[in-house]
């Protein structure tokens, strides 16, 4: 599973992944996203099918049962390493010099930072 995953394929994985591991039907998964996001069936079973030829979702029968196969973890992970890799040459030193440079990070963030780091 080496590709990567699109905003509305994230959009999709993250209502699977609400359901803590359980499968859920492609039509109330249809019906959740129509709910939240404003998608129709149509545009929710094409990504499911997308989902599925990457290997991140898995289609049960009967009844188009979906489940997600990927962690939101695993997910982040490899988002962030790809992320690192394309705009940071694979420097973690880099990536952080850029958080860090940021002016937004509050006190705290900066705190959360330092002792991420010191508790490595």
């Known amino acids: 599973m ?3 995953i699109f905003d509305s394929e994230l959009k ?4 699977l992944w609400e359901r803590d591991g359980k499968a859920v039907t492609a039509k109330e998964l249809s019906l959740l996203a129509e709910e ?3 998608w129709n069936k ?9 989902l599925v030829e990457k290997g991140y979702v898995e289609r049960l029968e ?3 049962v979906c489940r997600a196969l990927i962690s939101r973890e695993a997910v982040q992970q490899r988002e962030t390493n790809g992320l690192l890799n394309r705009l940071f040459g694979g420097s973690r030193k880099a990536l952080f010099s850029a ?3 940021d002016e937004t990070l509050s006190e705290g ?3 959360a930072l330092r002792e991420m780091i010191d508790n490595r």
């Not at 999709?12 to 209502?15: F, I, T």
């Not at 149509?42 to 997308?50: A, D, L």
Request: aromatic letters at 8%; glycine letters at 8%; zero cysteines.
């Open 2 to 4: 080496d590709n990567r």
């Open 109 to 111: 963030e900066l705190k």
């Open 62 to 64: 009967p009844g188009f």
């Open 36 to 38: 939240r996001i404003g």
């Open 42 to 50: 149509n545009t929710t079973y094409t990504i499911v099918k997308k």
């Open 12 to 15: 999709l994985m993250e209502l």
């Open 99 to 101: 958080l860090l440079e």
